[in-house]
């Protein structure tokens, strides 16, 4: 099970950090991501960690602005959004694959948190 927090409304140029605790799982076998989706589009990955935290991937959309982060210890996962766009609206997901490498592909994550949601407008 994944318990996500964070989200809310926030200015452009803003910053939110979401969290992600989970349990049930063995967390820290397991490489970790964040997605998003518009609605009326596909979900798409906008970052993922590998287990052991040296592979990581970011969406070019995001990349020097979002943060991926793992505390395999308390075993929750986090996403620093800074300098926020309005086009970076959207409901925002964790999510755990069964494996230890990262995937570029939301089909390839298995456990879900839930949506939280992401409003950038002044």
């Known amino acids: 099970q994944l318990q996500a927090s964070g989200g809310g ?3 452009p ?3 939110l ?3 992600c605790a989970a349990s049930g799982l063995t ?3 397991y490489a970790i991501g964040w997605l998003r989706q518009v609605s009326g589009k596909e979900r798409e990955v906008v970052s993922c960690i590998s287990r052991s935290d040296n592979t990581k991937y970011y969406a070019d959309s995001v990349k020097g602005r979002f943060t991926i982060s793992r505390d395999n210890v308390k075993n929750t996962m986090y996403l620093q959004m800074n300098s926020l766009k309005p086009e970076d609206t959207a409901v925002y ?3 755990a694959r069964n494996q230890p490498i990262i995937s570029t592909s939301p089909a390839d994550f298995i456990y879900w948190g839930q ?7 002044s």
Do not use: I, N, P
């Open 27 to 29: 967390f820290d076998d």
């Open 9 to 11: 409304l926030v200015q």
């Open 13 to 15: 140029g803003g910053s």
């Open 115 to 121: 949506g939280t949601e992401v409003t950038v407008s």
């Open 17 to 19: 950090r979401h969290s």
């Open 93 to 95: 997901f964790c999510a």
